[in-house]
């Protein structure tokens, strides 16, 4: 399933770029280290199924008392803990960096990159990196379970991404990324086969490993006060459970306004849709999911007379909308924090 951690990592993260999430970041002027730590609190309120817990934070309700009904709130407070680390080459057009990806920052999902950034004259930005999960999130081992406690696994999503950004002097922007999915103990559907609920090899179709692929593409207009960017992203879920496996499409809007030399206000509205490639076997019906995410931040740069500080507060909401109501996932998350730039 679509991990619902995708939208959780801290919304003031997205909004403390120069360039909205989606876009190539530029090549630092000055050679050196440079960067941010970002520091702070938030409170999510999560509903979900199918996710235990996220930065050590309990979001899944457990037991679970039946299969038919969406998932109950859980609220509850996490620390935001945010990096970004780059060193500039003195020929300044090379530059390594390692931190918070600029993909998954554009849904709010816990993963890091390390890679190179090259500038290849007037043909525009080269990216390449490998994506990590270095705070995994956890899943249940069989989610399927009614009636008793449910056991914890982890999930790890690894792979790399290619960006080719301000492709030939323009502000279009080309991705590609590849991640595999490994869950440490898959057990989905173990208590139902228990239960001649379904059979040993209809359970093979709610397996949750595989590969997540998507190709992304973005346009940013420049604006006097501010930008606006439009990212349009093709997406395949390959799993080996055939159930759980979908495909589709979402379109974001990323908007900056500055409002003075020291505040500016960061939003996003994303849109998708997906199919799922064959039926569920417990509930006899192929799966379809609409999903939904908006978010806003505030930035107040130099808080209070402090210099390389900003002040940060935001709130984000997603929603994965399913045909199946037991695989609805819903989240919002209040947060506040301060960032230093180096």
Same mark, same amino acid.
């Given at each position: 399933?679509?991990?619902?951690?995708?939208?959780?990592?801290?919304?003031?993260?997205?909004?403390?770029?120069?360039?909205?999430?989606?876009?190539?970041?530029?090549?630092?002027?000055?050679?050196?280290?440079?960067?941010?730590?970002?520091?702070?609190?938030?409170?999510?309120?999560?509903?979900?199924?199918?996710?235990?817990?996220?930065?050590?934070?309990?979001?899944?309700?457990?037991?679970?008392?039946?299969?038919?009904?969406?998932?109950?709130?859980?609220?509850?407070?996490?620390?935001?803990?945010?990096?970004?680390?780059?060193?500039?080459?003195?020929?300044?057009?090379?530059?390594?960096?390692?931190?918070?990806?600029?993909?998954?920052?554009?849904?709010?999902?816990?993963?890091?990159?390390?890679?190179?950034?090259?500038?290849?004259?007037?043909?525009?930005?080269?990216?390449?990196?490998?994506?990590?999960?270095?705070?995994?999130?956890?899943?249940?081992?069989?989610?399927?379970?009614?009636?008793?406690?449910?056991?914890?696994?982890?999930?790890?999503?690894?792979?790399?991404?290619?960006?080719?950004?301000?492709?030939?002097?323009?502000?279009?922007?080309?991705?590609?990324?590849?991640?595999?999915?490994?869950?440490?103990?898959?057990?989905?559907?173990?208590?139902?086969?228990?239960?001649? +609920?379904?059979? /040993?090899?209809? #359970?093979?179709?709610? &397996?949750? =490993?595989?590969?997540? *692929?998507? %190709? $992304?593409?973005?346009?940013?207009?420049?604006?006097?006060?501010?930008?606006?960017?439009?990212?349009?992203?093709?997406?395949?879920?390959?799993?080996?459970?055939?159930?759980?496996?979908?495909?589709?499409?979402?379109?974001?809007?990323?908007?900056?306004?500055?409002f003075s030399q020291r505040t500016k206000v960061v939003s996003k509205l994303g849109l998708g849709y997906f199919e799922f490639d064959d039926d569920n076997p417990i509930y006899d019906e192929e799966d379809e999911m609409d999903t939904a995410e908006?978010?806003?931040?505030?930035?107040?740069?130099?808080?209070?007379?402090?210099?390389?500080?900003?002040?940060? +507060?935001?709130? /984000?909401?997603? #929603?994965?909308?399913? &045909?199946? =109501?037991?695989?609805? *996932?819903? %989240? $919002?998350?209040?947060?506040?924090?301060?960032?230093?730039?180096?």
């Open positions: 399933m679509m991990s619902l951690n995708r939208f959780v990592l801290p919304v003031i993260v997205a909004g403390t770029i120069a360039c909205p999430a989606w876009a190539a970041q530029p090549i630092s002027s000055e050679p050196g280290f440079s960067g941010f730590v970002n520091l702070g609190i938030g409170m999510v309120n999560a509903e979900t199924n199918t996710l235990a817990t996220f930065s050590d934070v309990d979001v899944g309700e457990d037991p679970i008392d039946s299969l038919d009904d969406p998932a109950k709130s859980e609220i509850d407070y996490l620390p935001i803990i945010a990096l970004s680390l780059n060193y500039t080459f003195s020929n300044k057009t090379t530059e390594l960096f390692l931190g918070s990806s600029i993909e998954n920052m554009a849904v709010l999902d816990f993963s890091t990159n390390l890679g190179v950034r090259q500038q290849i004259g007037d043909a525009g930005i080269i990216e390449l990196s490998a994506l990590t999960t270095p705070m995994a999130a956890e899943v249940w081992e069989d989610p399927y379970v009614t009636g008793a406690a449910r056991d914890e696994t982890d999930r790890d999503i690894d792979g790399a991404r290619l960006q080719w950004g301000n492709i030939m002097g323009s502000n279009f922007d080309l991705a590609v990324s590849s991640r595999e999915i490994d869950i440490d103990t898959e057990r989905s559907g173990d208590a139902l086969v228990a239960a001649t +609920t379904i059979t /040993a090899s209809e #359970q093979g179709l709610l &397996d949750r =490993n595989g590969d997540i *692929n998507i %190709v $992304s593409a973005t346009y940013t207009w420049y604006m006097d006060d501010g930008l606006l960017s439009l990212g349009f992203n093709s997406i395949d879920y390959d799993l080996d459970g055939k159930a759980m496996a979908y495909d589709g499409f979402s379109v974001e809007i990323d908007h900056v306004k500055y908006f978010s806003v931040t505030l930035l107040v740069d130099d808080p209070f007379g402090y210099k390389n500080w900003v002040f940060n +507060t935001g709130f /984000a909401f997603g #929603q994965e909308d399913h &045909d199946i =109501n037991f695989y609805d *996932n819903d %989240v $919002s998350l209040i947060s506040i924090g301060a960032m230093w730039n180096f």
